[in-house]
């Protein structure tokens, strides 16, 4: 029997290649794998011997022979193979062990072309392919994982069938994703006539969506993403719905900038409008529920922005995710600690909130180093995949349709009320008053229902407010929404419950009829151009 060895990752190869060496396999392999088993004093043919052929251009011809491609492909009970095998002089090879270059993690690297191209795979491949085109016969193994269970048949004189088909199965598996982190790199287009997707399984969930779904999570192989690049530093294991609310989550509050990264609505606004407009507070606290915000809020500080935002929703946020852009402080710690949270993100903890933090023995406290950088979104339909860009334009124009013009100091207001919306379910409707939303409304059927909500919502948190010696009771002044309005119903009610600027995109048939509305009213509107569903 023979078996050719050629692993990048050498964890469990000496005790396989021992086990094989013991059972009187001859062992072939190239490089640097030949000189480790020799190092452990296990005897090995290189594979120039066997083909009678150098390695040559660098190592990048190795086992491209038909020597090795033969022994992996003859049929064991076809007499023509066996007879084209005895002809030339070919030994058949029983077993392949190979993991590959190591691309996907080089991907992450930043490397130039050239650096990459040399983690480019190409022998590894073949024979992997290879053996497992003829599993019935040759033993295809890529995966650390799996050496135990086949040193177990081997022993006990069999490997079952089942076990070399899904040997083969993953050597597929790993073989595509591989190609498709390959072609992702080389290719410049968007959306390819073939979409290669390259993904790992991160985590085999306890069940999905709801309890009789199973689930897993998948990362990509490439670049790291910011879910993929987070550390879970205490809690229970992430569930389905945790790792969807933590995505918007850690989307809506990076929105707003983090750590030295300025929010990609700065562009828009520092070409919309003029150069005198107020700069935003700094950080953000987000809140989210059910994959939508319950709460968003700008501050000057951290304990600032959480305590606007858990007043939008005091209801809601219980059982909720809330998600920082700034390191968590002791004094924010404490008030995140008077409710039941399902997660906390951020960039970073204070070691003192930390140590309040955990001591809620459930709550999942997520460190999040990396800010969103996904470029498209993926939405799975039955036999398929929508593919989009990442809705990452704020605002296209700033056109102001009305005979009123917003007040200077409503402009820090629609620029986050825009902002914020966006990342609530459509139909989205937003109250901000003083960088924060008072009144959210989210995945309403019509847009009446939805502003009607958010009105009520607003005056209700401001009035709680009031109460609590909190700031005056005087009403909010911006609403933002997320689309256009088909009808001028809702200036209507916008009006009576005191608003005095709207934001919106604009591009209903009957925009005329709102405009119309909003300056019998003496509301200001401004239409922004670009439109943010989010469904």
Not at 22 to 49: C, F, H, M
Not at 459 to 469: T, W
């Given at each position: 029997m023979k078996a050719l060895?050629?692993?990048?990752?050498?964890?469990?190869?000496?005790?396989?290649?021992?086990?094989?060496?013991?059972?009187?396999?001859?062992?072939?392999?190239?490089?640097?794998?030949?000189?480790?088993?020799?190092?452990?004093?296990?005897?090995?043919?290189?594979?120039?011997?066997?083909?009678?052929?150098?390695?040559?251009l660098d190592g990048r011809v190795k086992t491209l022979h038909p020597v090795i491609h033969a022994g992996l492909l003859a049929k064991r009970d076809d007499p023509a193979h066996t007879e084209t095998l005895k002809e030339h002089a070919i030994s058949p090879i029983?077993?392949?062990?190979?993991?590959?270059?190591?691309?996907?993690?080089?991907?992450?690297?930043d490397l130039d072309f050239d650096e990459m191209i040399e983690f480019i795979d190409i022998g590894g491949p073949a024979m992997l392919r290879s053996a497992a085109k003829n599993c019935?016969?040759?033993?295809?193994?890529?995966?650390?994982?799996?050496?135990?269970?086949?040193?177990?048949?081997?022993?006990?004189?069999?490997?079952?069938?089942?076990?070399?088909?899904?040997?083969?199965?993953?050597?597929?598996?790993?073989?595509?994703?591989?190609?498709?982190?390959?072609?992702?790199?080389?290719?410049?287009?968007?959306?390819?006539?073939y979409y290669p997707l390259s993904i790992r399984k991160a985590q085999q969930m306890r069940y999905g969506e709801n309890g009789h779904q199973s689930a897993s999570l998948y990362f990509h192989t490439g670049k790291k993403g910011a879910v993929a690049s987070m550390t879970q530093l205490h809690g229970k294991e992430l569930s389905y719905n945790n790792v969807r609310d933590l995505d918007v989550a850690w989307k809506a509050v990076c929105s707003f900038g983090l750590g030295g990264e300025k929010p990609f609505y700065q562009d828009d606004v520092a070409r919309?409008?003029?150069?005198?407009?107020?700069?935003?507070?700094?950080?953000?606290?987000?809140?989210?529920?059910?994959?939508?915000?319950?709460?968003?809020?700008?501050?000057?500080?951290?304990?600032?922005?959480?305590?606007k935002t858990y007043a939008c929703d005091p209801v809601s946020i219980f059982g909720g995710i809330v998600a920082c852009n700034a390191k968590v402080d002791t004094e924010t710690a404490v008030k995140l600690n008077d409710l039941f949270l399902e997660i906390v993100v951020a960039p970073d903890f204070d070691e003192e909130a930390l140590a309040v933090l955990k001591q809620k023995k459930n709550v999942r406290i997520m460190k999040a180093p990396l800010a969103p950088r996904q470029k498209q979104e993926f939405v799975s339909v039955d036999g398929g995949i929508l593919i989009q860009s990442a809705d990452q334009r704020l605002m296209e124009k700033w056109d102001v349709v009305t005979e009123l013009k917003p007040e200077k100091q409503d402009l820090r207001d629609m620029i986050f009320g825009m902002q914020a919306v966006a990342y609530v379910k459509s139909n989205a409707i937003l109250i901000a008053k003083n960088c924060a939303a008072v009144g959210m409304s989210a995945g309403e059927t019509n847009r009446i229902w939805?502003?009607?909500?958010?009105?009520?919502?607003?005056?209700?948190?401001?009035?709680?407010?009031?109460?609590?010696?909190?700031?005056?009771?005087?009403?909010?002044?911006?609403?933002?929404?997320?689309?256009?309005?088909?009808?001028?119903?809702?200036?209507?009610?916008?009006?009576?419950?005191?608003?005095?600027?709207?934001?919106?995109?604009?591009?209903?048939?009957?925009?005329?009829?709102?405009?119309?509305?909003?300056?019998?009213t003496g509301i200001a509107m401004v239409f922004t151009g670009t439109r943010h569903f989010k469904h």
């Open positions: 060895i050629s692993a990048y990752n050498k964890d469990g190869i000496i005790e396989l290649a021992g086990f094989l060496h013991e059972a009187g396999w001859e062992i072939l392999s190239t490089g640097g794998t030949a000189r480790y088993l020799k190092e452990y004093n296990l005897p090995v043919a290189d594979v120039s011997q066997a083909t009678g052929f150098p390695e040559c029983d077993l392949v062990c190979v993991n590959l270059y190591p691309f996907f993690e080089k991907a992450q690297a019935k016969d040759v033993l295809a193994l890529t995966d650390p994982a799996d050496y135990a269970e086949v040193t177990a048949g081997l022993k006990a004189g069999v490997v079952p069938f089942a076990t070399r088909k899904k040997l083969a199965g993953k050597v597929f598996a790993l073989t595509s994703a591989y190609d498709a982190a390959i072609s992702r790199f080389l290719l410049e287009e968007e959306y390819p006539a919309l409008l003029p150069d005198d407009s107020p700069s935003l507070p700094p950080v953000c606290c987000v809140a989210v529920k059910h994959n939508t915000p319950c709460g968003i809020s700008l501050g000057g500080s951290l304990a600032e922005a959480y305590e939805a502003v009607e909500l958010a009105l009520s919502r607003g005056a209700q948190v401001i009035e709680n407010a009031c109460k609590m010696g909190r700031g005056g009771g005087e009403p909010a002044r911006v609403l933002a929404s997320d689309a256009f309005f088909p009808f001028p119903d809702v200036v209507e009610a916008a009006a009576a419950a005191g608003i005095k600027t709207i934001i919106q995109p604009g591009g209903s048939v009957k925009d005329s009829l709102s405009i119309k509305a909003a300056n019998d």
